[in-house]
C-alpha cells in the first residue's frame, strides 16, 4: 500500500491556476486570521471583524464583505458546493448575530467564522490533493 502524501507535498501541489495549494492557504489564512485573531488581549484573541463591529451596520457589513474572500476562493478552486454551504452559513451566521450591538461584538471574538471558513477551504483541498495523489499512484 503506497503512502500518504506528506502536508509539506501536499502544499507543493501545483493548482490548475498555478499556484500551489500552499500559496492558496497562505492567502486565505492571512485575510482570516486579520479578520477573526489577529490580535490579543488578557488571553483573548480577536481581530477586525470584533473591532469593526462596534461601527454598527458599517462595520458588519465590510466585516461580512470581507468574509466573501473564503467563498471565492472556493468557487475559484471549484470546491464542492458543500463547501460553499459550509462557507455561506458561517458568513450569515456571524453577520446576522454579529449585528446585535455589543452582544454581538462578544460573539464574534468567540465564533470566528473567517478561521471556520478557512478551516473549510483548507480540508477540501487537503483532500483533493490525496485523491489526486492516490489515483496517479493506482495509474503507475
Known amino acids: 500500500m503506497a503512502r500518504k502524501p506528506t502536508e ?3 502544499r507543493a501541489m501545483l493548482l490548475p491556476n498555478g ?3 500552499g500559496e492558496e492557504l497562505a492567502a ?3 485575510v482570516s486570521r486579520l479578520l477573526d485573531s489577529r490580535f490579543g488581549m488578557m488571553g483573548v484573541n480577536f481581530g477586525l471583524d470584533s473591532v469593526l463591529g462596534l461601527v454598527p451596520i ?3 457589513v465590510a466585516t461580512g464583505a470581507a468574509g466573501l474572500h473564503a467563498l471565492v476562493t472556493a468557487w475559484r478552486l471549484n470546491l ?3 463547501a460553499s454551504i459550509g ?3 458561517n458568513l450569515v451566521f456571524d453577520t446576522v448575530l ?3 450591538p ?3 461584538d462578544v460573539f464574534d471574538i468567540f465564533f470566528q467564522s473567517n478561521r471556520k471558513n478557512f478551516r473549510i477551504v483548507q480540508k477540501h483541498l487537503i483532500h483533493r490533493a490525496e485523491a489526486h495523489a492516490a489515483s496517479v499512484r493506482t495509474r503507475n
Do not use: F, Y
Request: glycine letters at 12%; hydrophobic letters at 50%; zero cysteines.
Open 87 to 89: 462557507i455561506v452559513w
Open 58 to 60: 458599517a462595520g458588519d
Open 19 to 21: 499556484r500551489t495549494i
Open 8 to 10: 509539506e507535498e501536499i
Open 102 to 104: 455589543v452582544a454581538g
Open 28 to 30: 486565505l489564512d492571512a
Open 80 to 82: 464542492p458546493v458543500s
Open 98 to 100: 454579529g449585528s446585535v
